[in-house]
């Protein structure tokens, strides 16, 4: 596509060149067009693109402009300062999620030069082949300031993807439901059972009582892991054998499985999913989520009255939650992979005031999110970024002791994604889904080829 | 059925015409029901777009003002129009002259060509998504309006169903235009094409409406923001933690719009033309 | 506008614009009708071949190739055949999407048919009553989505508060695996019953009038003409109807699944198409994927024969 962006503008193709195609068609695409998905065709000109979906666009929440804006001036900023220009392309989240888009594109070599990664995605892209290294072009202090960030986008001690912002998942409450039910801020759950019983208390029809997240898909994995992670269950061991089948696995399986029994845990979510206005119809008691709704209550229901506590623990278990974020990632088999590797680093990989104030930006202003790099948080809390009673508590209690999201491959992620949702959902036993998940990740380890899985 | 009801007396007529009517208003208020729901929830708020009355209790229309305003949505009307105006015209004319030749002329293999064709009605379209990409890209057709119109035009649905109605035509007609000396275009042009004007119209409102809600072609084959056709800006108001979905239900209002004024103004011409055709 | 329509159309069109006129010299009849059949064909047998032969074609290779997603293939040969026989996950979508076409098909058929015999009737309004019955499909399938994830919502979507307001209790119509696939079919019916609705009127309204006015001079009752005329004479649109929804029933919802359920709950709702497309554009698995394509495209060979013959092939072979 990046070769034919000058043609957008005319309306339609010249008959010569539509009947030309057509005659050259059959034997250009018999020939080649099988093989010649890497990025043979694509054209040594024109700004590199990256592809996002923050950017530019234009919103009514002002939060999502003030997104917007970042990424804007960010490449505006590098496209004044360097030769090889960037430009910004904008996807629809759920395009760039679930589309067909981003796919299409790496599968048939028209990939985009920079882009943003979640770490689900990230041993897929690696074992690619479409991540370019970019440890040369980073300081070795910046990446001693990532410090643990960067943990799950390392492969042998080379750093893989930037990440822009840590998101850990925590507990949001309605205080006007807590308080009705006369509760009050000592009846905050520190076991599962305590917060079952909230739960029950404070559900009624049209006000689900706990949310866990119940479509299937790497969001889901995601919010569950903690649940598994704090009875001491893991899906690999440290030295990479499959451990999923155990104690902890099951009695974080039968929790989510109890609580969708009981009814205190809605089997499709609120308001579909847009948690503001359920919490703000009233249609919801506690739901877990993560730290970008902070910014977003703040734009859209400033005077809403909400709680935070970190998530409770099973008896004998130990606090951790799950972090995720996305990073910026370089495309190896772009057009030019070494200046989009640079502009990663130089975005938010250096140790320069700009590189660290950036982050600092991004996640106290912009977005509300725990910074990746030790001195983007000192920064941002010097500033007051984490002074509010949500980002105080996100920053002090629900991030220290977090873990962060693991980076598993489809076949893993969905052998736990089945035994999620059949257990939850469907109501299958938790032994059985657990003993068909951890053998078909067995199964998938035994034979697998590629960076580390851990 | 009517003439079978008509048959019987007065009474039971008249008895039989309420019946029918309820039952199709019944019918039409099932139908109906939930569009119109998705039309109020198109003048709700954000925070009681999911409440589920049918009435909203907070009336807006800032959701339109948004739409038009905040977004190149008329852009991304006129976008589908052109291209599904472009692909229905193109589409109609070849595949009635395709449908013509398989239906009335004769010709060796007309049968094993009308099966391929036929058999390409199989083919699932994600599994081919990828190859198909190739292929546009191979011709130089990736983001640009030719990329977005060629590939639609060609499918054998349209065929197969001008095939059906031709085959029904009665030889007569075209027997005496040859023997007057008419070549093959002629008979099509003059005689055959007129006389489709039904099927044709039914087929136009189909492709039309198929094409004004393509999605996933239009999100490969595009990137350029001015190409942006209208069910790939109605998803763009997904952003990425919250959905406005309020944003969402009014630019899709604002789609269905056209489409039911055209069905509207052609369902009449399809169904009347095809009475009073007249051919059998 | 129209101008750049019909520049756009003319450079097909116009090679069979010469189509042979009078030399009456030369060329036999034969031939000439030969040379025309291939003008008449070729703007839709180039494009066919182009869009949808070379890539099923490509597909079909691709399902021999261990393919990355970014741009490596590898030969395997059969290994994707033979991972697809051994993975229950195809499987179960593959029983996922035979009890929604056994499900689907006939439901709508009788639907839209019923519809098709309703609206033929000269009713006062009958104009806005077709409009109605279409007005689903005009709506596009993401948006369907979107309006029945309000509509089913177990708390507050307006299904749930009518069975209230009668004394029922509300489902989790879109938690439950087996309710979900039921609210998908539900769903898909509800679109696509206009549509087919006047399929059947168009094929209703050429059954000449003249059978229907013997069998009242005879005295048949309603169900006797329907099973004497309407029945056997339909049979061209019937067949027609039952492939293009078997075979849209197979391959299509897809945009629907997304937003109603994404698969869900626990693979209730995972289609065949829906278990490829995740395989392929979620995974990057387009080698597997394309070999699972290829296997769907040949079950709705067998399928299209099976309804060829069970309708004795409509109006389909009687082509002379």
Redesign the interface.
């Known amino acids: 596509?990046l070769q034919?962006?000058n043609?957008?503008?005319?309306?339609?193709?010249t008959r010569r060149?539509?009947l030309t195609?057509?005659a050259g068609?059959g034997v250009?695409?018999a020939a080649?067009?099988?093989l010649?998905g890497c990025g043979t065709?694509q054209a040594k000109d024109g700004p590199l693109?990256f592809w996002n979906?923050?950017g530019p666009?234009?919103?009514?929440?002002p939060a999502?402009n003030a997104q917007s804006k970042w990424f804007v001036d960010m490449v505006d900023k590098w496209n004044s300062t360097h030769k090889t220009k960037i430009e910004l392309?904008y996807l629809?989240?759920?395009?760039y999620l679930n589309?067909?888009?981003l796919p299409?594109a790496f599968?048939?070599g028209?990939g985009p030069d920079i882009f943003l990664l979640s770490p689900g995605d990230f041993l897929r892209y690696y074992n690619g082949g479409v991540l370019a290294d970019l440890t040369p072009h980073m300081d070795k202090e910046a990446v001693a300031d990532f410090g643990t960030a960067l943990d799950s986008r390392t492969v042998d001690g080379k750093v893989y993807a930037l990440p822009m912002e840590v998101e850990p998942l925590s507990m949001f409450y309605a205080v006007d439901a807590w308080e009705k039910a006369g509760l009050s801020e000592a009846d905050i759950p520190t076991t599962w059972d305590q917060m079952l019983d909230i739960g029950d208390k404070l559900r009624t029809k049209t006000r689900a009582g706990l949310v866990f997240e119940t479509n299937p898909g790497y969001y889901q994995n995601f919010t569950w892991y903690p649940w598994m992670w704090q009875g001491g269950g893991d899906v690999l061991d440290k030295q990479g054998n499959v451990a999923f089948d155990s104690p902890a696995t099951r009695q974080a399986l039968q929790f989510w499985q109890d609580s969708v029994r009981h009814g205190i845990t809605p089997r499709t979510l609120p308001?579909?999913?847009?948690?503001?206005?359920?919490f703000?119809?009233g249609n919801v008691a506690m739901w877990q989520q993560g730290i970008?709704?902070v910014s977003?209550f703040k734009a859209?229901?400033p005077d809403y009255r909400y709680g935070v506590f970190k998530l409770p623990a099973p008896e004998g278990g130990e606090y951790t939650t799950a972090l995720g974020g996305w990073s910026f990632c370089a495309n190896a088999q772009g057009r030019n992979p070494d200046a989009a590797a640079e502009f990663c680093a130089w975005a938010l990989g250096s140790m320069s005031d700009d590189s660290i104030d950036r982050m600092v930006d991004w996640c106290t202003r912009a977005k509300s999110d725990v910074a990746p790099r030790a001195t983007a948080l000192e920064r941002g809390a010097a500033k007051g970024g984490y002074d509010s009673e949500a980002m105080k508590k996100f920053k002090d209690e629900v991030f220290p002791g977090g873990r962060a999201e693991p980076r598993y491959p489809p076949v893993v992620y969905k052998a736990i994604s089945d035994a999620i949702q059949g257990t939850m959902l469907a109501g299958r036993g938790v032994a059985s889904e657990t003993e068909r998940a951890a053998e078909s990740i067995a199964a998938y380890a035994k034979s697998y080829q590629g960076a580390s899985l851990i | 059925?009517?003439?079978?009801?008509?048959?019987v007396g007065g009474r039971r007529l008249f008895s039989g015409?309420v019946g029918?009517?309820a039952?199709?208003?019944f019918?039409?208020?099932?139908?109906?029901l939930?569009?119109l729901?998705?039309v109020s929830?198109a003048f709700k708020t954000?925070?009681?777009?999911?409440?589920?009355n049918?009435i909203p209790t907070e009336f807006t229309i800032q959701n339109f003002v948004?739409v038009f305003t905040?977004?190149p949505f008329v852009r991304y009307l006129w976008n589908s129009?052109?291209i599904s105006?472009?692909i229905t015209?193109?589409a109609l004319?070849?595949?009635s002259?395709?449908a013509?030749?398989?239906?009335r002329?004769?010709?060796?293999g007309?049968?094993k060509?009308?099966m391929a064709?036929f058999?390409?009605?199989?083919?699932?379209?994600?599994?081919?998504?990828?190859?198909?990409?190739?292929?546009a890209?191979?011709?130089?057709?990736?983001?640009?309006?030719?990329g977005l119109?060629?590939?639609a035009?060609?499918n054998?649905?349209g065929?197969?169903?001008l095939r059906?109605f031709y085959?029904?035509l009665p030889k007569e007609l075209e027997e005496a235009a040859v023997l007057d000396?008419c070549?093959?275009?002629?008979v099509?042009w003059n005689i055959v094409l007129p006389m489709s004007r039904?099927?044709l119209s039914?087929l136009a409102v189909?492709f039309f409406?198929a094409n004004?809600?393509a999605?996933?072609w239009p999100?490969?084959?595009?990137?350029?923001q001015?190409?942006t056709v209208v069910?790939?800006g109605?998803?763009?108001?997904?952003?990425?933690?919250?959905?406005n979905?309020n944003y969402?239900?009014a630019a899709?209002t604002v789609?269905?719009l056209p489409?039911?004024a055209l069905?509207?103004t052609f369902?009449?011409q399809?169904?009347d033309s095809?009475?009073t055709s007249g051919m059998? | 506008?129209?101008s750049?329509?019909?520049q756009?159309?003319r450079p097909?069109?116009a090679p069979?614009?010469?189509?042979?006129?009078?030399p009456r010299r030369g060329l036999g009849r034969?031939q000439?009708?030969?040379i025309?059949?291939?003008l008449?064909?070729a703007?839709?047998?180039i494009?066919?071949t182009?869009?949808?032969?070379?890539?099923?074609v490509?597909?079909i290779l691709?399902s021999f190739f261990q393919v990355s997603g970014f741009g490596s293939y590898e030969w395997i040969g059969l290994g994707n055949y033979e991972r697809m026989m051994n993975d229950p996950l195809f499987w179960d979508s593959m029983k996922v999407t035979g009890l929604y076409v056994v499900i689907l098909v006939p439901v709508l058929f009788c639907v839209s048919l019923g519809?098709g015999?309703?609206?033929?009737?000269?009713?006062?309004g009958?104009?806005?009553?077709?409009?109605?019955?279409?007005?689903?499909?005009?709506?596009?399938?993401?948006?369907v989505g979107?309006?029945?994830k309000?509509?089913l919502?177990e708390q507050?979507?307006?299904v749930n508060?009518a069975m209230r307001a009668i004394g029922l209790e509300g489902e989790s119509w879109l938690g439950d695996p087996t309710l979900a696939l039921g609210c998908v079919i539900a769903v898909m019916v509800?679109v696509m019953?206009?549509?087919y609705m006047?399929i059947f009127?168009?094929g209703l309204?050429?059954?000449?009038?003249e059978y229907?006015?013997a069998?009242?001079i005879d005295?048949?009752?309603?169900w006797t003409?329907?099973r004497t005329i309407?029945w056997p004479l339909l049979r061209?649109t019937s067949f027609?109807v039952l492939?293009?929804s078997t075979?849209a029933a197979?391959?299509g919802g897809?945009?629907l699944i997304f937003v109603l359920t994404n698969g869900g709950p626990a693979n209730g709702t995972s289609l065949a198409?829906f278990y490829?497309?995740q395989q392929?554009?979620g995974f990057g698995e387009?080698g597997y994927?394309?070999a699972?394509?290829?296997f769907?495209?040949l079950i709705?060979?067998l399928c299209?024969a099976v309804i060829f013959k069970l309708t004795r092939g409509?109006?389909f072979d009687?082509?002379e």
């Open positions: 596509m034919h962006g043609d957008a503008g005319h309306p339609a193709p060149r539509f195609a057509l068609a250009a695409t080649s067009g099988l010649s065709a693109q979906f923050y666009q234009r919103s009514p929440d999502v392309v629809p989240q759920p395009t589309g067909f888009k299409s599968a048939t028209q308001a579909a999913g847009d948690v503001i206005s359920a703000k119809a970008w709704q977003s859209y229901a | 059925m009517a003439s079978e009801v008509n048959a015409r029918l009517t039952l199709a208003a019918a039409a208020v099932i139908s109906i939930p569009v729901w998705m929830a954000r925070s009681t777009v999911t409440d589920g049918l948004y905040e977004v129009f052109f105006a472009v015209i193109a004319l070849f595949h002259m395709a013509y030749a398989l239906a002329l004769r010709f060796p007309r049968e060509i009308f064709i058999s390409t009605l199989l083919v699932t379209a994600p599994v081919v998504l990828i190859p198909l990409f190739i292929v890209r191979e011709l130089g057709l990736l983001d640009s309006y030719a119109i060629i590939p035009i060609f054998a649905f065929i197969f169903l059906q085959l029904g000396g070549g093959h275009w002629r099509y039904p099927i039914a189909f409406l004004w809600n999605f996933v999100q490969v084959a595009t990137s350029d001015s190409l069910q790939l109605i998803a763009s108001f997904q952003t990425q933690y919250l959905s979905w969402i239900l899709a789609a269905a489409m039911l069905f509207f369902q009449r399809i169904v095809i009475k059998k | 506008m129209s750049v329509a019909a756009d159309h097909a069109a069979a614009a010469p189509a042979p006129p009078p034969k000439r009708e030969w025309a059949a291939g008449f064909l703007p839709d047998a494009g066919l182009l869009f949808v032969a070379i890539p099923m490509l597909s691709l519809l015999l309703l609206v033929k009737q000269k009713l006062p009958m104009g806005a009553y077709r409009t109605a019955l279409f007005l689903p499909y005009v709506v596009s399938l993401v948006v979107v309006l029945w309000f509509l919502d507050v979507g307006a508060r509800w019953m206009g549509y006047i009127l168009a309204q050429e059954i000449p009038k229907y006015e069998a009242k005295g048949a009752g309603p003409t329907f309407t061209p027609f492939l293009m075979v197979i391959t897809l945009d198409i490829i497309y392929a554009f387009y994927a394309s699972m394509g290829s769907l495209v709705m060979v299209s409509g109006r009687d082509g």
